[in-house]
């Protein structure tokens, strides 16, 4: 079996990685906005007299669109992750350009959207935790977690949850900039070169058809 190749690793390493940070980062997610019944927190406010009262929240296609991004980025990474250790084990341990260059074409589209996610959950809970405060409920987000809340909510560490949400979803953000550095820095060197030749016509020669005719 050949040896395999130490970017291939890296590139597997990576993408096992990025996969756990995607599926958190939804996980995460997920359970804060259930604990509201479903709605999208984010860039929500709210009221606190005696209890604590969800006034205005974003539309959950909000959360939808973060948690999509970290499935489609899930989905990539375990089709990548799965294709570098098919060719560790079964193939020459090096991947083709074509799969290189692809791959760094998706990589690099992902990886915009990744950074529109993590930005849309600093600023939304950043947001979200500043109404808590001017409210008066708490001194801090993390305090409101012990704090009252209108049923139906039971939003119990929704401050937590959002934090893990928006740390893995920087940290997945970290580990695809990675993957696409990596793609890109061997894309050039696996980039197909065509060898050119030059031709003597000083050192062509020609058969005659019929041989030598001279007397």
Same mark, same amino acid.
């Given at each position: ?6 970017? !291939? ?45 969800? !006034? ?5 296609? !909000? ?27 079964? *193939?020459?341990?090096h ?19 990744? !950074? ?5 959950l ?20 993390? %305090? ?11 939003? *119990?560490k ?38 050119? %030749? ?10 005659p058809?019929? *041989?030598?005719q001279?007397?």
């Amino acid at each position: 079996m050949a040896r395999p190749s130490g970017w !291939l690793l890296l590139e597997v390493a990576l993408n096992a990685a990025a996969l756990l940070a995607a599926l958190g980062c939804a996980a995460a997610l997920g359970l804060a906005q259930g604990g509201f019944g479903g709605k999208c927190i984010l860039y929500g406010s709210v009221d606190y007299n005696g209890t604590l009262i969800l !006034l205005s929240s974003s539309p959950p296609s !909000l959360c939808y669109f973060i948690s999509a991004i970290s499935g489609l980025t899930a989905i990539f990474n375990l089709v990548s992750l799965l294709r570098g250790l098919y060719s560790l084990c079964f *193939g020459d341990g090096h991947l083709v350009h074509t799969w290189i260059r692809t791959s760094l074409v998706v990589s690099a589209t992902l990886l915009f959207f990744l !950074l529109v996610s993590a930005c849309i959950l600093r600023v939304g809970m950043d947001f979200f935790c500043g109404s808590i405060q001017k409210s008066k409920a708490a001194a801090s987000c993390q %305090e409101a977690q012990q704090r009252p809340w209108v049923k139906p909510y039971h939003p *119990g560490k929704f401050y937590n949850n959002l934090y893990a949400a928006q740390a893995t979803a920087w940290v997945n953000f970290l580990f695809w900039f990675l993957m696409s550095f990596l793609l890109f820095v061997e894309c050039i060197r696996k980039a197909p070169y065509q060898s050119l %030749e030059v031709e003597n016509p000083q050192t062509d020669k020609t058969v005659p058809a019929f *041989g030598d005719q001279s007397q």
